[in-house]
């Protein structure tokens, strides 16, 4: 996947974690869901890692996300699948390459 740098401003990345170890949680479709189910208006995340290091697309680059409250602005959200240290795999890491 080619990176396509965002005509926003950006000056921070955040990666978070799904805080789920669940195979069966293991997709953007299935956080996008959580987060419609929360009211909000899409994924808060751009980007989610799933263990195989899929580069799964989230909300549009252009978009500020909804990731970490009070500082979104300048910013891009990952999310990467897993919750102890030891869930998360060499092809996540591979992929934030």
């Not at 955040?14 to 669940?22: D, K, Q």
């Amino acid at each position: 996947m080619k990176f396509i740098k965002p005509k926003r401003q950006v000056d921070r990345v955040f990666l978070h974690c799904s805080a789920s170890s669940r195979p069966d949680h293991g997709s953007v479709d299935i956080i996008k869901a959580w987060h419609l189910q929360r009211g909000w208006s899409d994924i808060g995340y751009h980007y989610f890692l799933p263990f195989d290091g899929e580069i799964q697309i989230g909300r549009s680059l252009e978009d500020i996300p909804a990731a970490q409250a009070g500082h979104n602005t300048g910013t891009i959200a990952i999310c990467i699948h897993g919750l102890l240290k030891t869930d998360f795999t060499y092809n996540q890491f591979d992929a934030l390459q």
